[in-house]
């Protein structure tokens, strides 16, 4: 205090109360979600078995962008979905380009199948990949404005077997992943059989129309299949009633179906038929299937996975004439939510297999070379050479959940040893510091 102010009191300023200036702070933007570094095991998990598998049955890796023209999207996934018509984030941009990022997958991998002339490669041409997609549905649980697919696309040829493949493929997924899921499918015929059966069932419809739910009422007009995927409990007595696609299909939908069937039975697939599979989206024919966990309601909208096969998109986006295709999208976020609910425990690469610790400035610089030989011996070691104080490191090994610490102090660095310690056990042992390359090896690879 200055002596001015000592000497008399009295004169010190009231306080007046200053408004702290604060930037303003931001938050995630509606149905977005981070994904923080706690989660990514779970992520690396997921991703990490599903291309395994992938690449175990012959799909390639293609990566398309995020953004496409609005137009593909409208063409391939149709005009009277529920994502055309309310769920794509489209703009225009700068250059007057009206824009949209991707809602799903295939309309844009399709693109990439024609534009890069890939039906001149041996048919099916089968293509998987993962990311990031936008869809602008009322934020729920397990339902998100981004959200991220594994997805799988076999395209090319028309044969029943590739339908079961790509059910199979889920189900090996799902299995090593450890979920037990079942699949719903259904066949949802092709332009020969479909238009008697939307005849039929609008007919069936028409006169519970006044009994529908408002959104129900829309679609009678305009897209009579989307009837069935209502989840409106006041809709579900009609749909439970309703003709069912399979007693309308024509010859050769009938004889695909039976033989995807006899596939999937020979391959042991669980599956349930499921007349109300017609899926959300417009353009497939035959085959339809979701899966969902074992036991789980399926009027939950929880598919952990849905697809089908899609004769006619190709041809519809500007390819070649008949070029049938197969495929399906695993929801990421989903999955990923089922491990966590059933306390599946997950391989955690991020944790680190060794913690090396050191003491004193001639360890330090020691541990540097160390630091680097054991990293291309290939194991996961963290280090906090900024630190000095050795409880201070190995209390970060702990919080990193090290197997082993390494330390390096003074008296080793004479010796020409170092010690290793089991973190669980609390237990260590002094080696020579040229083998600890092999009792690590001995340690942790068994
Ligand atoms: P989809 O049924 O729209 O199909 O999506 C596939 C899966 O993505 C769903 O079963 C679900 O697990 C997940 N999913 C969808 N929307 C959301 C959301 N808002 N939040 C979280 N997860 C979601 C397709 O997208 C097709 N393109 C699949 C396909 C590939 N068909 C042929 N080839």
């Known amino acids: 205090m200055n002596d001015m102010l000592k000497k008399n009191p009295s004169k010190v300023a009231p306080l007046v ?27 690396d998990f997921v991703i990490g078995k599903a291309e395994s598998i992938a690449r175990s049955y012959g799909f390639s890796k293609i990566e398309t962008p995020i953004l496409e023209e609005t137009g593909l999207f409208v063409r391939g996934i149709g005009k009277q979905t529920d994502i055309v018509e309310k769920e794509m984030f489209s703009f225009v941009d700068q250059g007057g380009e009206n824009l949209t990022l991707r809602p799903e997958f295939t309309a844009g991998v399709v693109r990439a199948y024609i534009e890069h002339g890939m039906l001149n490669q041996p048919q099916p041409v089968k293509m998987y990949s993962h990311g990031p997609l936008f869809r602008h549905e009322r934020p729920q649980a397990g339902r998100y404005r981004q ?7 076999a395209i090319g040829d028309g044969h029943p077997v590739l339908d ?6 889920g189900n090996v997924i799902f299995k090593e992943l450890g979920l037990k899921v079942n699949v719903q499918i259904n066949s949802v015929g092709d332009q020969n059989c479909r238009p008697k059966y939307k005849e039929i069932l609008t007919n069936y419809y028409r006169s519970k129309k006044k009994n529908l739910c408002e959104d129900c009422q829309m679609r009678l007009a305009k897209n009579p299949l989307r009837l069935l995927d209502c989840k409106n409990p006041q809709c579900q007595p009609f749909k439970a009633e309703a003709p069912q696609f399979v007693d309308w299909l024509c010859d050769d939908c009938k004889n695909h179906f039976m033989r995807v069937l006899e596939y999937l039975d020979e391959a042991e697939v669980l599956y349930n038929l499921n007349p109300q599979i017609v899926r959300g989206l417009d353009y497939y024919t035959r ?3 979701e899966f969902f966990l074992d036991g789980e309601d399926l009027a939950s909208q929880a598919a952990l996975g849905g697809g089908g096969r899609y004769d006619t998109l190709v041809e519809q986006l500007g390819g070649r004439a008949a070029t049938p295709a197969v495929g399906w999208a695993m929801g990421v976020e989903r999955v990923i939510n089922k491990l966590k609910e059933k306390n599946l425990e997950v391989p955690d690469l991020s944790k680190p297999e060794v913690f090396l610790a050191q003491l004193g400035d ?18 996961r070691v963290y280090q906090s050479f900024s630190k000095d104080n050795l409880k201070a490191q190995l209390e970060i090994a702990n919080k990193l959940g090290a197997k082993l610490a390494l330390v390096l102090g003074q008296k080793e ?7 290793i ?5 609390g237990v260590q042992e002094v080696v020579d510091f040229n083998k600890v390359v092999v009792e690590l090896k001995k340690r942790l690879r068994g």
């Open 164 to 169: 079961a493949e790509a059910i199979i493929v």
């Open 413 to 419: 660095m004479i010796d020409g040893t170092i010690l």
């Open 421 to 425: 310690r089991d973190m669980d056990a």
């Open 287 to 289: 085959t339809s299937f």
């Open 147 to 153: 959200l991220h697919q594994f997805n799988f696309e």
């Open 362 to 379: 001639q360890a330090k610089r020691k541990s540097l070379s160390l630091f680097e030989t054991l990293r291309r011996e290939g194991f």
């Open 17 to 43: 109360e200053v408004k702290e200036k604060r930037a303003p702070s931001y938050q995630l933007v509606r149905g977005m979600k981070d994904v923080l570094p706690a989660d990514q095991k779970y992520w």
